[in-house]
């Protein structure tokens, strides 16, 4: 028997009328711009299912415009996201996709541009409750959920830098939780996402890049 959290049935604190449609997509934008790191330029949001369908009405766009910006699902401003945004200058676009239907139907693709040019894709599901589960980073397959901190790690597939990273962490008294590699093929681009019930020191970076395959490191704080 599985075991049910009163928070799963009240929801979480949130501003908007739906946990999946509101709360989920503020986290999903929230953790989304916690990965690449630095202001963002532009953000267009591609919505599947009951996202592109509702979007409007319950106010996943506002949502999600407003996790892009940093806002927990209990602030006030994403009630004026749009606003805020081009007072920041933050260029944003929804998009909707009818045609993919092999997919939750609470799904969105984010492709963020940040203001050094540096370019990412993250797709994110809504599970309800405010629980979300990152699914996919640059056309990679992964599978984390932001309820931990967490590393992620972008390298060569090659012998060694697995060790590396948890040594890494070890050195830093880092509790490692959960561990995962996914990678595109064979010997190209992998992502090593460590999750942790502790807070990531945020010096750990710089030792993770010591490792010549090692490309990027990205933290994610809940």
Known sequence: MSFISVFDVLGPNMIGPSSSHTA?????????????????????????????????????DRALLGGIMGFSTDDTRICDSFQIARERGLK???????????????????????????????????????????????????DFTGEYSAVIVIHQDRPGVAAHITKA??????????????????????YTIVESDDRLPENITEKLRENRHVHDVMIVQP
């Open 24 to 60: 989920g997509a503020a986290v999903i934008g929230f953790l989304a711009q916690k990965m690449i790191g630095g202001a963002l330029e532009n953000v267009e949001f591609t919505l599947y299912g009951s996202f592109a369908r509702t979007y409007r009405g319950h106010g996943t």
């Open 92 to 142: 944003f676009s929804f998009y909707v996709n009818e045609e993919e239907t092999e997919i939750h139907p609470n799904t969105v693709d984010i492709r963020m541009v940040s203001v050094n040019g540096r370019e990412m894709t993250v797709r994110g599901e809504s599970l309800g409750g405010g629980k979300v589960r990152i699914v996919r980073i640059n056309q990679v397959e992964v």
């Open 169 to 190: 962490l070890s050195d830093r008294n880092v509790n490692i939780a959960f561990m995962r590699l996914y990678r595109e093929v064979k010997g190209c681009t992998a």
